[in-house]
């Protein structure tokens, strides 16, 4: 499965940038998480809990940035499992600065899912994924465009 | 007289059922011994991947958690791989690559099935991810993913097998007048038993002796394979005892061994505990063996006047990941050639290409013997496709073409000797049956009101009765069946047999036999199978083969102890043996009624008065290896009509004539041809396992697998004819198969019948309402 769009953010480019590329502050916006364990700046773990209506698994997800340009390209990926089923994702992010106070990113992920999930799930799986891609993402905005606190 | 007796052609009532109506049956599942423990099974979530780690530390931490088997656990004991019916070998557990989705990965051992699935669910393993093939036509390229690197042929090609004389057929094509070619492809499919798989293994260490309750159609030949694959860790076949118990549903899918058995006798040989594991319905439907799957393309050469010269037929089949096809014939195709079905083709050329594909192990042979449903499907749907192209009625088609009454015995270009048959009788009765002529009258004027109905046939020949040794035998050992007869002092008998019922009613069928050659009342007739301590080795039910071939060994057996109770009556009748003759079911001297004996009387003689110089008793044993198989045939005629708005297929009729030689029990084989077109029609517009690019199953479950329900079954309507198989000891040749081999081609024709008009010339089943209404808008005749 592939998603794409396009998030306009109220705040500047290299804000947008350190938050999306730190483990620790991006991982606040992801699912339901159970823990993190930074490796080093380029690979993390973090076990989320994640599904399709009532069949939902504790995704337990090797991620690393395998490309990161400063001030706007980034490529991550994320592979994992549950019980049963796994997750593959590869995602690309691009971030243009609009002006001093705005922020334009470009995503696209591709997605594969294997095992129960995907068999039992596979027709919810596009209304799930756009559902988890919303609140990510107005997690996103919401905490990037909140007033810096010192 | 023979209703008293129940005897042959008596609708007696199934003995069985007294226990299965009241829930009073034991399946494997109800076994339950002290000690017991429960294995449960991880299973990979991807189609192709390789196994970097596992970890089973948290599954071992858990409280009541005894052992985790990986595939390095087997290593040592040589248990990791273990040897299939066709010469392939699969994985019993993986130790670094896993080749579908659902194989087995580990195995948890616990005191409770309920922690047992907890330690399953708390194994780590990660895993590379592969790059997947599932189509067949594709894994054959070169440049294919390659799914099995442990083999030396670097491909994905497993055998090429060919029959028949390709240069006679080839010239046969060139020179016709009229050719069709049709790509059909027959799908995926899973047997779906309602009971699943499952075994409760027990060794004792003390005696080294391991008994098993297993869910298998074979008992005799799991105890051989055992004693074959785990003779090395001192298992021999004198101390392994396995019972078949009540079975609810094998169809074939309880042919193969799983890997969850050999798991099962592991654990408790490792722990000396007995062990159960029981499928769940979603490890059933995604890991074990599916049926069908090929890919074919057939041509049929004929003259203008529909004449039937060469048939040509190529095939892909997919086996998934391994070879595990549940085939004993000597063919890698089953018993595919006998495609040519009920026409005397004077050439004729099958060649079949096997592949491997991340896909669970394929072949099953689910009711249908041995690739025979692909085969009857094939050419009926491809005389139906000759049918439009030279504008000829398909019931006139047939009729013109089939092979004549008195060419039996018949050899077919493809080498099968067909026993007996009648096709054009069985036809006739099923069109007079149905009013097919007032059916294409009403054909006509709803085509006209643009209704679409449709008139379908199949008139299909079996072949059955695995089987005779110079075509079968599974390791070596030939498929003969066998059956034991014992009748005690007070006239009753105990008969066991080398087969094992799943639902076919053997506990009365065979007692009938008996019943009929011994003149003993069916009631008191126990029939006991599926205890490899008890019963004479066979080789199980499948194939429709029980009565065939354990039918024939009964009635060989009953008659032995007839010959020996016909000298004990002329010595109590004080009458020489040769003017003794069995007469109403008695012994009598000849031409004197008065002076007779019963069954009973010579059975409490045997052990109480026997002659002078002959053993006491009354016993016999059979072991018989039948000289041919049987060809049962049948003609099917459905009615569909078809919805224009939502694309729907309703079977509005359906006439089964069913031809199985000899009938034993009326009752029981009609239920058998309502069973089997049941199981007929599910493929035709329901029943199909696909996957997607990543080896995903898509229907691995009973949300998306639709088994037809009693809402979507129209009633059957059945009759038949009667032509015995002449080599046969009661001239029977099996039914349980004929309904689900002949009944997809009737629908699917059915269907194409009713949209021929629109140019329609083939659908692949299943034909879903989405297919047809796709077909409804492209010819703008949606509603």
């Known amino acids: 499965m592939r998603f794409e769009g396009t998030l306009d953010i109220a705040a500047p480019r290299d804000r947008v940038w350190s938050f999306l590329t730190d483990p620790k502050q991006v991982t606040t916006c992801a699912p339901d998480v159970q823990s993190l364990d930074v490796t080093d700046p380029r690979h993390f773990k973090v076990v989320v809990r994640a599904g399709v209506g009532p069949i939902k698994g504790t995704f337990s997800m090797n991620v690393e940035f395998t490309e990161l340009v400063e001030p706007g390209h980034a490529i991550v990926l994320a592979r994992g499992q549950a019980p049963g089923s796994a997750v593959e994702l590869r995602s690309t992010m691009d971030l243009a600065a609009l002006d001093g106070t705005r922020t334009t990113m470009k995503w696209a992920s591709d997605v594969t899912v294997s095992g129960m999930i995907q068999q039992v799930g596979a027709r919810l799986m596009q209304g799930a994924a756009d559902k988890i891609t919303q609140q990510v993402f107005s997690c996103i905005k919401a905490k990037l465009e909140a007033p810096v606190t010192a | 007289m023979a209703t008293e007796i129940g005897g042959i052609g008596s609708s007696v009532k199934r003995k069985e059922d007294a226990r299965f109506i009241r829930g009073r049956g034991n399946y494997v599942d109800d076994v339950k011994l002290p000690g017991m423990l429960y294995l449960d099974i991880a299973r990979s979530p991807y189609a192709h991947a390789r196994i970097k780690n596992i970890d089973t530390s948290k599954a071992l931490a858990i409280p009541g958690v005894l052992a985790v088997i990986t595939g390095k656990d087997l290593v040592p004991l040589k248990l990791e791989w273990m040897p299939t019916l066709m010469s392939d070998r699969q994985m019993v557990l993986p130790t670094d690559t896993v080749l579908y989705q659902a194989q087995e990965v580990a195995a948890v051992v616990a005191t409770e099935r309920y922690i047992a699935a907890d330690g399953v669910a708390a194994i780590e393993v990660e895993y590379e991810p592969l790059p997947v093939v599932v189509d067949p036509i594709k894994a054959l390229q070169p440049g294919a993913t390659l799914v099995r690197e442990d083999r030396e042929q670097k491909d994905n090609h497993i055998w090429h097998w060919e029959v028949g004389d390709k240069a006679g057929t080839d010239k046969a094509f060139k020179d016709a007048e009229v050719v069709v070619k049709q790509d059909i492809y027959i799908p995926r499919i899973h047997v779906s038993s309602i009971e699943t798989c499952g075994m409760v293994a027990s060794f004792d260490k003390i005696n080294g002796k391991l008994t098993v309750w297993m869910t298998t159609q074979a008992p005799h030949a799991i105890r051989t394979v055992i004693a074959l694959v785990a003779g090395h860790l001192g298992l021999s076949e004198e101390r392994i005892r396995v019972i078949s118990p009540d079975i609810g549903g094998g169809f074939g899918g309880k042919v193969p061994v799983y890997p969850g058995y050999v798991l099962a006798i592991g654990a408790s040989v490792l722990t000396g505990h007995p062990v159960k594991w029981i499928e769940d319905r979603s490890e059933n ?77 394929g072949g099953i042979a689910y009711r249908c013997s041995f690739r025979v449903t692909e085969a009857a499907f094939t050419i009926e749907r491809l005389v139906d496709v000759l049918a439009l192209e030279i504008k000829k009625d398909p019931a006139e088609l047939r009729m013109q073409n089939f092979i004549p009454p008195t060419a039996f015995p018949y050899t077919s270009s493809l080498g099968w000797e067909y026993d007996s048959g009648d096709y054009g009788r069985a036809l006739r009765l099923a069109m007079e049956k149905i009013d097919y002529a007032g059916l294409r009258k009403e054909q006509a004027q709803k085509r006209a009101k643009g209704e679409l109905m449709g008139i379908g046939i199949s008139s299909f020949t079996e072949i059955v009765g695995a089987g005779p040794s110079k075509h079968f035998d599974i390791l070596g050992i030939k498929m003969f069946d066998s059956c034991e007869i014992r009748v005690h002092p007070t006239g009753k008998a105990m008969v066991r047999l080398g087969v094992k019922s799943q639902g076919q009613g053997h506990e009365t069928t065979f007692a009938q036999i008996v019943a009929e050659e011994l003149g003993l009342p069916v009631g008191d007739i126990a029939v006991e199978e599926g205890d490899t301590d008890t019963a004479p ?247």
């Open chain 2, 285 to 361: 439907i995604q890991a074990d063996s599916f049926a069908r799957d090929y890919h074919i393309t057939a041509e049929l050469a004929a003259k203008k006047d529909g004449t039937m010269q060469a048939l040509r037929v190529k095939t892909v089949a997919d086996h998934g990941a391994f070879d595990a096809a549940a085939n004993p014939s000597k063919y890698p195709a089953g018993l595919f050639h006998i495609i040519t079905g009920s026409y005397p083709f004077a050439k004729s050329f099958v060649e079949v290409d096997g592949a491997y594909t991340n896909k669970p192990p």
């Open chain 2, 537 to 783: 080795y066979g080789l199980g039910t499948y194939a429709s083969r029980s009565t065939p071939v354990a039918g024939g060994a009964t009635a060989i057996a009953a008659r032995k102890i007839r010959e020996k109770a016909k000298l004990i009556a002329a010595h109590l009748l004080e009458a020489s043996p040769d003017d003794i003759e069995w007469k109403d079911y008695k012994f009598q001297v000849k031409g004197v009624p008065a002076k007779s004996k019963t069954m009973q009387e010579v059975a409490f003689a045997a052990y109480t008065n026997h002659p002078q110089g002959m053993e006491a008793g009354l016993e016999a044993v059979d072991y018989y290896d039948p000289p041919n198989l049987t060809f049962p045939f049948g003609s099917y005629i459905c009615v569909v009509d078809i919805d224009r708005g939502t694309g729907e297929v309703k079977v509005r009729r359906f006439v089964a004539v069913d031809d199985c030689g000899v009938i034993i029990n009326p009752m029981i084989v009609e239920g058998q041809i309502h069973g089997g077109l049941t199981m007929g029609l599910a493929p035709a517009l329901y029943e199909q396992i696909t996957y997607d690019d990543d080896g995903n199953i898509q229907g691995g479950n009973f949300m998306d697998y639709l088994l037809p329900t009693a809402m979507e079954v129209p009633s059957w309507e059945t009759a038949k004819t009667t032509t015995p198989s002449p080599h046969h000891p009661i001239g029977a040749k099996g039914v349980g198969e004929s309904a689900t081999v002949g009944a997809p081609a009737a629908i699917a024709n059915a269907v194409v019948d009713a949209l021929a008009h629109l140019g329609v010339r083939h659908i692949d089943i299943p034909i879903t309402p989405w297919k047809v209404q796709k077909i409804l808008k492209e010819k703008g005749v949606a509603e």
